[in-house]
């Protein structure tokens, strides 16, 4: 049988791994000597022997992140990516950082751009059943003179009726 690889083949086919394909290293944490496959530190460091070790090394460290998002020490005008508190949604509104506001959303603390307008114009709070509709369908020019306030959903949608064609499409003004 000729052994051309490095890899010999046991009797049920497997490879056996041979020592020359290891590496010795030193775990940070416990400072014992472990070995690990020369292939695999291509793609990652590795600095444990074991995810026991990974975790010991986490101890006394200032945590940041969390599996479940930030935690409350980098939010806000502390965190990283702050933009001035005014962010685009992924529906295409603008929503300004205004966590004191009683309808803001929880527990981010953002409120829509066109509701703050109209409250600021109307000096009151919008009832969370009033809604905004931008007459040019512009999501974001939150100008008072392209918002009209209407009080409910229903009246929303007749607005919405009024100004499609035979098609279904909006009409162009």
């Not at 070790?53 to 998002?69: A, L, P």
């Not at 205004?98 to 309808?103: A, D, L, S």
């Not at 939150?142 to 009209?148: A, F, M, Q």
Request: aromatic content about 10%.
């Amino acid at each position: 049988m000729n052994n051309r690889g490095k890899h010999k083949r046991s009797v049920s086919g497997q490879f056996i791994k041979s020592e020359e394909n290891y590496i010795a290293l030193i775990c940070q944490t416990c400072k014992i000597e472990f070995k690990v496959y020369k292939s695999e530190l291509k793609y990652r460091k590795r600095k444990f022997c074991s995810k026991k070790c990974s975790g010991q090394s986490q101890i006394g460290r200032k945590v940041t992140w969390h599996r479940m998002g930030p935690l409350p020490q980098i939010q806000g005008k502390n965190h990283y990516n702050w933009s001035g508190g005014r962010v685009k949604t992924t529906d295409g509104y603008i929503a300004i950082y205004f966590p004191k506001h009683p309808y803001a959303t929880k527990p981010r603390g953002y409120v829509r751009e066109h509701r703050l307008v109209m409250e600021q114009s109307l000096g009151r709070y919008l009832d969370p059943k009033e809604v905004i509709h931008h007459i040019d369908r512009d999501r974001t020019n939150n100008e008072l003179s392209n918002l009209l306030l209407l009080p409910n959903e229903d009246a929303h949608r007749r607005v919405h009726a009024e100004r499609r064609d035979r098609n279904g499409q909006f009409a162009t003004v």
